[in-house]
Nanobody, 120 residues
Framework: QVQLVESGGGLVQPGGSLTLSCAAS?????????MGWYRQAPGKQRELVAE???????KYADSVKDRFTISRDNTKNLVTLHMNNLKPEDTAVYYC?????????????WGQGTQVTVSS
């Protein structure tokens, strides 16, 4: 089992910055192979924002490339999303996601979600 606690959402003006953090805990953290962030805007499907595998390079949605940076601290089981030059279309509920792999069995865990609102 893995528990996720998110922090850092809020209201920001266009062009501003926010940082989201997600801390993982529980017996399953030793088997985390990927950590990332998804978002869901009203009336839209949940979409990948960024993800960071254990060793490989991070992957970003095209809409956030060059504006968002994902980082991961494996010693603390922490994943952070630095968001710069925010736009109104970035407004969404952001969800932390971790993938846990035990032998050939993968499990997804989700945070409770944190609201990001970009508005003047």
């Amino acid at each position: 089992q893995v528990q996720l606690v998110e922090s850092g959402g809020g209201l920001v003006q266009p062009g501003g910055s926010l940082t989201l953090s997600c801390a993982a805990s529980g017996n399953g953290v030793r088997n985390i192979y990927i950590m990332g962030w998804y978002r869901q805007a009203p009336g839209k499907q949940r979409e990948l924002v960024a993800e960071k595998p254990q060793i490989a390079r991070p992957k970003y949605a095209d809409s956030v490339k060059d504006r968002f940076t994902i980082s991961r601290d494996n010693t603390k089981n922490l994943v952070t999303l630095h968001m710069n030059n925010l736009k109104p279309e970035d407004t969404a509920v952001y969800y932390c996601n971790v993938g846990v792999r035990v032998l050939d069995d993968d499990h997804d865990y989700w945070g409770q979600g944190t609201q990001v609102t970009v508005s003047s």
